[in-house]
């Protein structure tokens, strides 16, 4: 399975990934292994979504990076 993902970050940014090991990556996360999260922990997991298919996996994180998947996630996840 593949994940795409939303964390809550401290600053009240919400960040947007995609793995196939969604623990692990957490913990990644959490410990500050990751230099997009490092300065914006704590970190909690808001959000995910399991993809049989990882390209379709890659496409929805990059829709929801983009302006419309910002708006997405505004209106319907938080």
Same mark, same amino acid.
């Given at each position: 399975? #593949?994940?795409?993902? &939303?964390?809550?970050?401290?600053? /009240?940014?919400?960040?947007? /990934?995609?793995?196939?090991? *969604? +623990?692990?990556? &957490?913990?990644? #996360?959490? +410990? /500050? #292994?990751?230099?997009?999260?490092?300065?914006?922990?704590?970190?909690? *997991?808001? @959000?995910?979504?399991?993809?049989?298919?990882?390209? +379709?996996?890659?496409?929805?994180? +990059?829709?929801?990076? @983009?302006? @419309? /998947?910002?708006?997405?996630?505004?209106? #319907?996840?938080?």
């Amino acid at each position: 399975m #593949h994940y795409v993902y &939303i964390l809550e970050c401290a600053d /009240g940014k919400p960040y947007t /990934g995609c793995t196939d090991d *969604l +623990k692990e990556r &957490i913990e990644r #996360h959490k +410990k /500050g #292994h990751v230099p997009a999260t490092k300065n914006r922990r704590p970190i909690e *997991l808001f @959000s995910y979504t399991a993809f049989a298919n990882k390209y +379709k996996a890659f496409e929805f994180e +990059k829709y929801l990076k @983009s302006g @419309s /998947g910002r708006v997405f996630i505004k209106r #319907h996840l938080t």
